[in-house]
């Protein structure tokens, strides 16, 4: 490291997803390259997030990932190897000290540069932070990465993570839809998938639609109010075209009133963001359908697998994950701070996008959700425009290194 | 077709696993091999297991599997692609009817030779048949071909499909131990695995430590009574050592009055095999966690993917349960009847088996269950031995066809 060349500083943060460590490849390739051209000192990486920055807990990553291969390895390895965490940063003028805790660690590391990989509440992390070096004329470039497997970030075309993930969902619920249609016996099965507010994430249970025309018989997302009569009505009848019926719904369905359908069977305790904690529709669905219809009837909640399971990736999401984090690097060199990487899709046939920094100012807090024309007007399915959206994000399969029979993964 | 050689009927039976289709694949292959060489008719598939031969359900695989790369394909489809069901026959003593029902259909279809691809099950179906037609006299080859992700079946080293499963809980759990490592704060997960009443496919949840050193912290199978206290104890214990506690539990984890420990959500209904109907251990034993420990806790169920997860199968498995498939072919035109087909480990380094048909007499209703020696003393983790014995059953990935991003599926 020569004295005088800027450091650059890196952290994970909020939920795990398959492709995060992904995009923390493509920063330590973009900063071994800085650092190789005798652009930049090295890169550190917080421990457990923004905690790390706080309580001095980092780890040179151009050391650690000195050899190329363990890369390779890091590309593979789901949830954030940094460690993460939950902590949402009040402004600097509501909690100074934080503040000045995290610019004597700058200033002790000489960091030049701070990239932010995370969702929602990262992306507002990220924005305090560029506001307040401004602020305090420390010349900090700090951009943010997204992820989420939520989809729901505003001003990019998708995040990176999604595609890995609605891979994963529309793969298992191509698999379940085969396990339950073995049997003749009239029977409903209720798979519930992530997705709080938004439902991407839902809707690529539709994906199996475009590779053997079969699918969820019906798919429910938080964006339309969930009508518990339509939904009986709609089961039975699809019950009469097979006896399978297959259902998909979001954790974050509601009714008109706005009330949680899984709300009846939760504390009502909420996240450090005030998030309220879910996970009971499909069950709340499987008691309705039991008691209305007398059918067998089955839940399955995809729980955390669907975040985390690299071994079944999309290879568009991995390459564009690892693609945004070293433009992060090249961003952030070219004198850019306070902008979150962005997707803009410019092709659907073929499909191609760029990666655009944006300002994070109107980005951070705002959710997106699925737009009305990619959902059906009854409300219970995907429409083709939004196969057409959600397709692309898919394709390819990864390579994972497997070490007797299991996948290897890079443990920090 | 020659009207003069007799022809092959083959049906699948019982729950779904990601490799019954490799055993139909099988048969299908020695099938055409026998039709080839002049040897067989054809070979029939029963829609919807016994059934399909009950209502004259059939069809002609050697035509519908003319072409080689669809057998290829199969062999990558999870569940029952003929379809299953549950039914159980009576004795042919208490219930000729449908005795005369099936020999009825055999003299039609001129069908000298019946593969059952199935469970315990199915395997107490093919030695009820096979007892039948020796009484009536009717030349029949009866060949049980066992599938079962429980590796419950006696007589055999391990079950066809069992290796699939065992990979996909293994390497969910690995992942699952990456997503709950991440954060900093006391939390404990506890994934609930199928097995009621052996503990095999828990057990393997301990094979990640086989790759990478780490595992879950408590293992706990239906084998060993169940210990609250203990329990309880164990995960404080953990906890001291690392924040994040994993616990995986089988379905059918008992007390010591051989209650069962998620007995306490159920309605008591029953299968129809009156097989108790379990899904509820791992939320038992959230909700005793966050009484007793008062910290974060989430239960996971593995659910339906762990047994048609065919996106993730072990190339050993799949090999293997082709080979059994053929082999059940081979066995049945040497003239042998009443025969299960049977895997024997004849070496562990490097990992060896041969294919031996069994007669079915004295497997049939058998349970195998886990030996003590696999298990800890404590009851709450696997040994040594059985991760030796776990350990090559996973080994080898598959290449499943991808359409579209996602696994291309046979529908018959």
């Known amino acids: 490291m020569e004295k005088h060349l800027k450091n650059a500083i890196v952290g994970q943060s909020g939920g795990p997803t398959a492709a995060i460590n992904a995009t923390l490849a493509g ?27 706080l309580s001095d807990n980092l780890i040179d990553l151009c050391c650690r990932f000195a050899d190329p291969r363990e890369l390779d390895a890091l590309e593979n390895t789901p949830a954030a190897a940094l460690g993460s965490c939950r902590r949402k940063l009040k402004s600097h003028t509501d909690d100074p000290d934080t503040y000045d805790r995290l610019f004597a660690l700058f200033a002790k590391y000489n960091i030049g540069y701070f990239f932010y990989i995370g969702g929602n509440d990262s992306m507002d992390t990220v924005h305090k932070l560029s506001v307040c070096a401004e602020e305090r004329g420390y010349d900090l470039r700090v951009i943010g990465v997204p992820k989420t497997i939520d989809n729901d970030l505003a001003a990019t075309d998708h995040t990176p993570g999604f595609g890995s993930a609605a891979k994963y969902v529309a793969t298992t619920v191509k698999e379940i839809l085969r396990d339950v249609s073995v049997y003749t016996v009239k029977a409903v099965t209720i798979v519930e998938i992530m997705g709080r507010d938004a439902g991407w994430l839902t809707a690529s249970a539709a994906l199996p639609y475009l590779s053997g ?71 709340v669905l499987e008691s309705v359908v039991k008691e209305r219809l007398g059918c067998k009837v089955r839940s399955i909640e995809l729980s955390l697998p669907q975040r ?8 568009t999401d991995i390459r564009e994950s690892v693609a945004v984090g070293r433009a992060a690097v090249a961003s952030a060199l070219s004198g850019l701070t306070g902008v979150m990487m962005t997707y803009r899709r410019t092709s659907d046939t073929p499909y191609e996008i ?12 705002a959710v997106r959700a699925v737009p ?12 083709e425009a939004g196969l057409r959206y959600l397709a692309p994000l898919i ?18």
Chains 1, 2 share one sequence.
């Open 27 to 53: 920063v330590i390739r973009g900063a071994l390259d800085a650092k190789g051209e005798g652009k930049l000192g090295t890169l550190y990486g917080m421990r457990y997030g923004i905690e790390g920055a």
């Open 213 to 283: 025309g079969m699918g969820p018989d019906l798919i429910y997302l938080p964006e339309v109010p969930f009508d518990t009569d339509a939904f009986i009505a709609s089961v039975r009848a699809a019950m009469e075209r097979h006896p399978a019926v297959l259902v998909c719904v979001s954790e974050g369905i509601r009714f008109a009133d706005g009330e949680y359908v899984g709300a009846g069977t939760q504390s009502g305790a909420v996240d450090v963001f005030g998030h309220k904690y879910l996970a009971g529709a499909a069950r």
């Open 308 to 315: 985390c399971g690299a071994h079944l990736c999309s290879l």
């Open 354 to 365: 760029e990666i655009v920094p944006m300002p994070i100012g109107g980005i951070a807090n």
């Open 372 to 383: 009305r024309e990619y959902i059906n007007e009854t409300g219970d399915g995907i429409t």
């Open 395 to 412: 394709l390819g399969e990864t390579s994972p290194i497997y070490e007797n029979g299991l996948p290897y993964h890079i443990v920090l």
